[in-house]
């Protein structure tokens, strides 16, 4: 079939199956097929190359089929893809070990799931079953998923508004404000839930303190602290996760995107032992996932935290970003549509002085070979997530491509003005 041909179909499936405003608005986008892909490369139906400067929102932390994830799934596929849940699994307990090892201390037992929006919905079940309180306290601008629970914390009304009544005893405060968050957190709240950097918020850093602030507000209450690392996760901030740039401890924190390599679909919520006693000493079953914890994604997540920390990917994060936000920043000197650059690691935003500018300069970029994504709350702003392996050539490649790409966009725009 020829390319031309395989597109339509597919687009045409999507718009006759799937969903008719969905493939508008990525045929509109100009998106290809997607149809293979290896580390920093993904390559369309029309064999054209394109730098994965999106990395699936942070899910390709490793790039697209690292050799070692790939083997070690290959490897379980041949034995046994899904455990009939009744006998114990090895490869689940590794790798809940593993997480106990890496995540910040006291956080000792896991739940396993299959994506971001369950391992927070586990997270926020357990803090209203371990504490027998009802407020939830959650930040403006905070995503968190969009199944119903996750949703009602999610702080973006867009998302929400036609579902509702949703959870109630949701809260919202402004994110990165500590007094609104001390004042809302009181004897009453269960959890306060919380990003370490906002993603999706449109890559938003909290002050330096606010971390370690609201874990005492909490501390003192005695609600829970839940670090939504389902993003930041994994190294992606350059450190392994979020709360570590401030030594906080969180009493229970998720991570999912990271965590299957970029080849299974895996969420994780990790937990205090008090918090395990409150949920499960009365009723081992209390939460449970058929395919939570299965033997493929679990094989990923032990080949990943490996790769991670064998190839000093946390600080190859910390060292990269440097690099590309220091480019970006001297591309923002360049071109007045740029209003801001900021990030953490390989977790970065490039804000524009307009609102629609991140589409424009983002099919730009797309024509040159290049993608990264707009945030969902926050349009004003491009993200780039490379893969942790993504190198010093490809950074600079990409430089290049957004210095040309912000540089049309200022002219289209200025034929329109
Ligand atoms: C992506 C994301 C989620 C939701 O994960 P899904 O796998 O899409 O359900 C939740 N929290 C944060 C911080 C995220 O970035």
């Given at each position: 079939m020829n390319a031309d041909a395989l597109h339509a179909e597919v687009v045409g499936k999507y718009s006759e199956f799937i969903n008719p405003y969905l493939a508008r608005l990525m045929n509109f986008a100009g998106f290809g097929v997607e149809v293979q892909a290896e580390g920093c490369v993904m390559r369309d139906h029309e064999g054209r190359e394109f730098l994965d400067f999106l990395g699936g929102y942070g899910v390709f932390s490793l790039g697209h089929r690292h050799p070692r994830v790939v083997a070690a799934v290959k490897d379980q596929l041949d034995r046994m893809p899904l455990s009939g849940k009744t006998f114990f699994g090895k490869n689940q307990a590794d790798l809940a070990e593993k997480l106990a090892e890496i995540t910040p201390e006291g956080l000792q037992f896991t739940f396993f799931s299959n994506s971001g929006a369950e391992a927070v919905e586990a997270a926020l079940k357990f803090a209203k079953g371990a504490t027998g309180r009802a407020k939830i306290v959650s930040t403006l601008g905070g995503y968190h998923g969009k199944t119903l629970g996750a949703l009602a914390a999610t702080g973006r009304e867009k998302y929400r508004k036609k579902f509702e009544p949703l959870m109630p005893g949701v809260e919202f405060v402004k994110f990165g404000d500590v007094e609104a968050a001390c004042a809302a957190i009181d004897e009453s709240t269960a959890c306060f839930i919380v990003e370490t950097l906002q993603g999706e918020g449109g890559i938003n850093l909290p002050p330096v303190g606010y971390l370690q602030s609201v874990r005492a507000r909490c501390s003192e209450v005695r609600a829970l602290l839940i670090a939504d690392e389902v993003q930041t996760g994994l190294g992606r901030t350059g450190r392994m996760f979020g709360c570590d740039h401030e030594g906080v401890s969180p009493d229970i924190l998720t991570m999912a995107k990271a965590l299957g390599g970029g080849v299974m679909p895996i969420g994780a919520t990790t937990f205090t032992k008090e918090v395990c006693n409150a949920i499960y000493s009365e009723n081992p079953l209390m939460h449970t996932s058929t395919f939570g914890g299965n033997p493929l994604a679990t094989a990923a997540g032990l080949a990943t935290i490996a790769v991670i920390e064998e190839e000093g990917l946390v600080e190859q994060s910390r060292v990269k970003g440097e690099r590309l936000m220091a480019g970006l920043r001297e591309i923002g000197k360049r071109h007045d549509l740029i209003a801001e650059v900021r990030g953490q690691g390989l977790m970065i935003g490039v804000e524009f002085s307009m609102d629609e500018v991140g589409e424009l300069v983002i099919g730009q970029m797309v024509k040159r070979g290049l993608v990264a994504a707009y945030t969902l709350n926050n349009p004003r702003v491009i993200r780039m997530e490379p893969?942790?392996?993504?190198s010093d050539a490809q950074i600079d490649q990409a430089l290049e491509i957004v210095d040309a790409a912000v540089g049309e966009t200022a002219e289209l725009l200025a034929q329109f003005a």
């Open positions: 893969a942790l392996i993504v």
